[in-house]
């Protein structure tokens, strides 16, 4: 029947997914009440709003699939890199430092490449400094090899099963170093995507690389859904749930509507904008002095970065910093 639709309706069909069907019936407060007359009304909210995805597919559902399949490694990482942080502290206990009381095995450096791939090779026995810097393929400083032959020698023994732990470290081992090679091949994909789209123009942020910015223009594009950047982040479901009867007005935490994946996302540009940009810095130096730190101030941040990705993708316009924090000042924002 769709493909009938989109035959005899060329480019008014629209797709929607389950969650934004949920998400809609939220938004009309029947969440939790499913029927077919409610999943309409929702979808008919939807329609209206502009929502939905073309049947014949865009340019903007390949960057949003390659965004999906990134997300989804991504996560596979998490888990496997505390499996490896646990099988090599089982190998070598006391070998790896928690974080913030000493120093740490950084599985991403040459580093902890060596001392996990030690750790496999010779069933948690400690290597001597040549080994850890042959296993590194000369990317580890002598001092550095010598701190960490030293700090092997001085852990307990290897347990009883360590040639047993040490095949499945191996394996693990060979499946991070997949996933990260997979990663690294759908962020060129990406790269590719990113700049045959309207959302190229937000890799001009500073802090914002081009998974930061695909993540946000594959759920955000076409921006002219969004009338105002209130609506952009309202859909982001950032902003704060609201309160009214007579007299009582209140504000909440934040509605948490619509996919998660967008939320991430401009979380994640305003991460890299209070990092790297003078007048983010400056707003989040305010933000603390009013007693806003840390997630809160995020939030915050996050709404200002709403307002700026959807001036710019509608312009097309470079970021500018000076010209940013001038006409901040000048709206007394």
């Given at each position: 029947?769709?493909?009938?639709?989109?035959?005899?309706?060329p480019?008014?069909?629209?797709?929607?997914?389950?969650?934004e069907?949920?998400?809609a019936?939220?938004?009309?407060?029947?969440?939790?009440?499913k029927?077919?007359?409610?999943?309409?009304?929702?979808?008919v909210?939807l329609?209206?709003?502009?929502?939905?995805?073309?049947?014949?597919?865009?340019?903007?559902?390949a960057?949003a699939a390659?965004?999906?399949?990134?997300?989804?490694?991504?996560?596979?990482?998490?888990?496997?890199?505390?499996?490896?942080?646990?099988?090599?502290?089982?190998?070598a206990?006391?070998l790896?430092?928690?974080?913030?009381?000493g120093?740490?095995?950084?599985?991403?450096?040459?580093?902890?490449?060596?001392v996990?791939?030690?750790?496999?090779?010779?069933a948690?026995?400690?290597?001597?400094?040549?080994?850890?810097?042959?296993?590194?393929?000369?990317?580890l400083?002598a001092?550095t090899?010598e701190?960490?032959?030293q700090?092997?020698r001085?852990?307990?023994?290897?347990?009883?099963?360590?040639e047993l732990?040490?095949?499945?470290?191996?394996?693990?081992?060979?499946?991070?170093?997949?996933?990260r090679?997979?990663?690294?091949?759908?962020d060129?994909q990406?790269?590719?995507l990113?700049?045959d789209?309207a959302g190229?123009?937000?890799?001009t942020?500073?802090?914002?690389?081009?998974a930061?910015?695909?993540?946000?223009?594959?759920?955000?594009?076409?921006?002219?859904?969004?009338?105002?950047p209130?609506?952009?982040y309202s859909?982001t479901g950032?902003?704060?749930?609201s309160?009214?009867?007579?007299s009582v007005?209140?504000?909440?935490?934040?509605?948490?509507?619509?996919?998660?994946?967008h939320?991430?996302?401009?979380?994640?540009?305003?991460?890299?904008?209070?990092?790297?940009t003078?007048?983010?810095?400056?707003?989040r130096?305010?933000?603390n002095?009013?007693?806003?730190?840390?997630i809160?101030?995020?939030?915050?941040?996050?709404?200002?970065?709403?307002?700026?990705?959807?001036?710019?993708?509608h312009?097309?316009?470079?970021?500018?910093?000076?010209r940013y924090?001038?006409?901040?000042?000048?709206?007394?924002?």
């Open positions: 029947m769709a493909a009938e639709l989109e035959r005899r309706h480019g008014w069909l629209r797709l929607f997914a389950p969650s069907t949920v998400a019936r939220a938004q009309l407060g029947t969440r939790r009440f029927t077919d007359d409610r999943d309409c009304a929702a979808l909210w329609a209206r709003q502009g929502a939905g995805r073309l049947a014949t597919g865009s340019d903007v559902d960057l390659a965004v999906a399949h990134r997300r989804q490694l991504v996560l596979a990482l998490k888990p496997l890199r505390q499996r490896l942080h646990d099988q090599l502290n089982a190998l206990p006391g790896s430092a928690p974080q913030g009381h120093r740490q095995v950084l599985l991403d450096t040459p580093t902890g490449h060596a996990l791939s030690s750790a496999a090779a010779f948690g026995r400690p290597p001597t400094a040549r080994v850890l810097q042959a296993r590194a393929g000369g990317r400083k001092t090899a701190f960490w032959a700090r092997w001085q852990c307990l023994r290897p347990p009883p099963d360590a732990r040490a095949a499945r470290l191996q394996r693990d081992l060979d499946r991070f170093r997949a996933l090679v997979d990663i690294a091949f759908v060129e990406l790269e590719r990113l700049a789209s190229q123009v937000l890799t942020l500073p802090g914002v690389a081009a930061r910015a695909a993540a946000f223009a594959a759920h955000t594009l076409p921006v002219e859904r969004y009338a105002t209130e609506h952009l859909a950032l902003a704060p749930a309160y009214e009867s007579a007005r209140r504000r909440g935490g934040i509605a948490r509507t619509g996919l998660p994946e939320r991430d996302a401009l979380m994640g540009i305003a991460w890299g904008l209070g990092q790297f003078p007048a983010f810095q400056r707003r130096r305010e933000l002095q009013r007693g806003k730190t840390g809160e101030a995020r939030v915050a941040l996050a709404r200002h970065a709403c307002r700026l990705c959807w001036r710019m993708l312009s097309q316009q470079p970021y500018d910093d000076q924090d001038r006409a901040r000042r000048d709206r007394g924002r």
